[in-house]
């Protein structure tokens, strides 16, 4: 089963990040039957990062965070969207057989300029970008959450579309793969964890940010000797995220019993992230280390990836009368 998924270069990974998508991905991987394709969406980040440094440092980012957090390129294709001009020539195709209307039903594109992002046309075309990402790899099963069935009903539509339009079933039409659920990791300050919010603990930030951030976490003021509430308190869900199971009912204590402060909670969070995610820390400062690796595993990826679109390319072509 192909399995593929993609992320925006957008910014620096955090927990959120790991506990809702990227942990999933290392799990899928590791089943056999699983061909996995993972790429860092560059042109998609287009549509709001403007500055071409910051963009290519941030893909690069991303690779080395997914290689670090446990993506192994033995076992997985991880490539950079932009190395693969085939999926831009595929998106246009594509768009010359999407709807206006498809694209002006879309919740992402509403949901973006409901926040204030000026509207452009890749912002607006981004589910046909986003259908040219998964067709040309001939995925068989996307991951998507419940709240992102959309983006992938917008892609079978599209195939759908197309394989009418030029009478051969040129394009699979995949099948979404819903991830379990996962706890929605809360920010420092108590909303949804997220970039946009500035409320996100980053999983390789240095130490000491890191520390500062945690303790920055808003509290209430209940005393040290009293128990503490747990319904919407930040400090309690977030320490149910990273305590093991087994572990559980001893630190629930902390907030049931009291005798304990958050100052004294935070620093048991702190230890608890760092914990979970020293290895990966470690690993992420040796690959700073050697960025040519990093480089490697993106172009070994291409070629991989180029593998299988060359082939989905030249039937596309060949339907549609363009090329030779």
């Not at 995925?139 to 079978?156: C, F, S």
């Not at 595993?297 to 072509?317: F, Q, Y």
Request: proline share 5%; glycine share 8%.
């Amino acid at each position: 089963m192909r399995i593929l998924s993609g992320v925006q270069p957008s910014g620096k990974l955090h927990i959120g990040n790991y506990f809702g998508a990227i942990r999933q991905f290392v799990e899928l991987q590791a089943n056999a039957a699983n061909e996995c394709y993972y790429f860092v969406a560059d042109l998609h980040a287009m549509t709001t990062i403007k500055d071409g440094a910051e963009l290519r440092a941030n893909t690069f980012r991303v690779a080395a965070d997914f290689v670090a957090l446990g993506l192994d390129p033995e076992r997985s294709v991880l490539y950079r969207q932009s190395d693969l001009p085939e999926v831009a020539e595929l998106a246009w195709m594509l768009s010359t057989v999407t709807p206006m209307g498809l694209l002006q039903r879309g919740h992402s594109y509403k949901d973006k300029v409901a926040k204030g992002i000026s509207p452009n046309h890749g912002l607006f075309a981004y589910p046909v970008l986003m259908a040219a990402d998964i067709l040309i790899v001939r995925a068989d099963r996307v991951p998507v959450g419940k709240d992102q069935k959309q983006h992938l009903e917008m892609t079978r539509d599209i195939a759908a579309a197309f394989n009418q339009t030029y009478g051969r079933e040129a394009l699979r039409i995949p099948e979404e793969l819903i991830l379990p659920d996962v706890a929605v990791v809360p920010g420092t300050d108590g909303q949804k964890m997220s970039k946009s919010y500035g409320n996100t603990l980053e999983i390789f930030a240095p130490e000491n940010e890191l520390r500062k951030k945690v303790m920055s976490i808003v509290t209430d003021s209940t005393p040290v000797a009293e128990p503490k509430p747990t319904r919407g308190n930040t400090l309690y869900a977030l320490l149910k995220v990273f305590t093991p199971e087994a572990e559980w009912p001893q630190t629930k204590k902390l907030f049931t019993e009291g005798g304990t402060g958050y100052g004294e909670i935070k620093k048991r969070l702190l230890g608890l992230i760092l914990d979970t995610f020293g290895q990966a820390r470690a690993r992420r400062e040796a690959l700073d280390r050697d960025p040519g690796y990093v480089e490697g595993v993106l172009r070994s990826g291409r070629d991989r990836a180029r593998e299988v679109i060359s082939t989905v390319m030249a039937e596309c072509r060949q339907v549609a009368g363009v090329g030779r």
